[in-house]
């Protein structure tokens, strides 16, 4: 048998079942190679705690009241309050907080039996698109270090691609899973709005965040998807489970219409090889009997600027203890006092802006099953390369060409997924984003299990584990 680091979290799940593992060494040895974490995967270790839930898996394993994911290895992003464990926010302000309220995620993922080992490094606040925080080592990618895990779940994709665990959670305001996920040769899944709720600090009231499962194969995305949607969110419509996520990916797709986009809508130029990877996958639908076809996706600086003023007011919006301003990285300061220079009727206008632009393209793409589209518009930047500290205004402009479609799927609500699906000739990963639309993240997954046959990653291994 593999090392149970190799193993998917619903082989390990198997593993226990037939009684060839036992939950507490496997997650010791997690642990074990947590500590040796390198690549900026955690702020912080809980192993009290995470030996404590493993020898309670592993007791409702052995009386037959366990769960499809009980014992299994995972992280909590580390923007998600844990009681009684260290929350920094990627902040320094925020470097000695410890919760006495867990996030409702938290909750769910422990009710349903997932042991996390600790949380996964992010920016401060969240508000990045790459992972180097104040409080942490910076998140490179595995299968290239001396290159940015993206952000802001950038430490959860990396602990799930170097094999720290198999399944992590993270969330997504602007492409926070895919992005990561396309850094790390991962799969990042942002379900439909209203599936799962945005969390405490990570709420935003206006539907652009979520929660969401990050892990190695479809399969065990939908799996930790079913896990977390046992709690649906308050006060927003919750789309049909559909009779599970994870039998969705063995169900029989029907024929669809598959659109493949070109260029960003953020306008930043495209790489042509992360190009060539959404035709190979459109290709490979093709020759499973869908019908795929090009379309033009035009750029919209409406929809960016926006986007981008209600992102500076959700930075805003995060309380800041008083006095700590100063404390804060540049380019968090500069989105907070961009939203405080805004006024109440500019950021209504940008609210209806952004509804409107986002009906415009789901307008557009109204007659797809399936929208092919880059995750991310180039390879992941360098350690530092995106960081200004000098020029805040021009960082986020870069972050904003850097990311380029991923908002899409924010303001529509639409789900989006990032699969590994390209690949440069020195194994650095592509991304390919799917999109479908609300409430079809059943069908999102099962075309996602069907490009995962017909093009699998599972053989790539990182260089840097």
Not at 312 to 323: N, R
Not at 337 to 343: I, Q
Request: hydrophobic share 40%; charged share 20%.
């Amino acid at each position: 048998m593999p090392a149970p680091h190799d193993l998917t979290a619903l082989e390990l799940r198997s593993a226990y079942e037939r009684r060839e593992l036992g939950v507490v060494e496997v997650i010791s040895a997690a642990l074990d190679r947590a500590r040796l974490d390198d690549l900026g995967a955690f702020t912080t270790l809980n192993p009290e705690q995470a030996l404590d839930q493993a020898s309670a898996a592993q007791l409702r394993i052995d009386t037959n009241t366990a769960g499809p994911l009980t014992g299994v290895p995972t992280s909590i992003k580390d923007l998600e309050p844990t009681r009684g464990i260290r929350t920094t926010l990627g902040s320094a302000v925020f470097a000695d907080w410890i919760p006495d309220f867990d996030d409702i995620i938290v909750t769910t993922m422990r009710e349903a039996g997932l042991v996390s080992l600790g949380k996964t490094t992010v920016p401060e606040l969240g508000a990045a698109c790459y992972t180097e925080p104040a409080v942490a080592a910076p998140s490179r990618s595995p299968y290239a270090p001396e290159r940015s895990a993206a952000g802001s779940s950038g430490g959860a994709a990396v602990a799930v691609s170097a094999r720290l665990v198999p399944v992590s959670q993270g969330s997504d305001t602007a492409g926070s899973l895919r992005s990561p996920a396309s850094a790390c040769g991962v799969v990042g899944f942002k379900p439909s709005r209203g599936l799962l709720t945005g969390g405490l600090t990570g709420a935003d009231g206006i539907g652009l965040s979520s929660k969401g499962p990050l892990a190695r194969t479809v399969r065990d995305t939908a799996a930790l998807l079913d896990a977390m949607a046992t709690a649906a969110p308050v006060g927003t419509v919750h789309p049909a489970r559909r009779g599970g996520f994870l039998t969705a990916c063995d169900e029989e797709v029907p024929v669809l219409r598959v659109v493949i986009t070109d260029g960003s809508i953020s306008g930043g130029p495209v790489d042509s090889r992360i190009e060539d990877a959404c035709s190979a996958a459109g290709a490979a639908l093709e020759r499973l009997g869908h019908r795929v076809e090009r379309r033009h996706q035009s750029v919209d600086p409406d929809l960016v600027r926006g986007f981008t003023q209600i992102f500076s007011a959700l930075a805003a919006a995060k309380p800041v203890p008083d006095g700590a301003e100063p404390r804060l990285r540049p380019i968090v300061r500069h989105l907070r006092e961009r939203a405080r220079s805004t006024e109440s009727g500019e950021l209504a206008a940008a609210i209806l802006t952004v509804q409107s632009r986002a009906g415009a393209w789901a307008e557009q793409f109204r007659d797809a099953d399936i929208v092919i589209a880059p995750t991310i518009t180039r390879l992941p930047a360098m350690i530092g390369e995106l960081r200004n500290d000098a020029d805040p205004a021009a960082e986020l402009e870069a972050m904003t060409r850097f990311t380029g479609n991923t908002i899409i799927a924010n303001a529509t609500g639409f789900p989006a997924v990032s699969l590994p699906l390209g690949w440069t000739e020195d194994g650095i990963p592509l991304g390919v984003m799917l999109t479908a639309r609300w409430g079809r993240d059943d069908l999102l997954l099962a075309v996602s299990a069907l490009l995962e046959r017909a093009l699998p990653w599972s053989t790539r291994e990182p260089c840097a584990i």
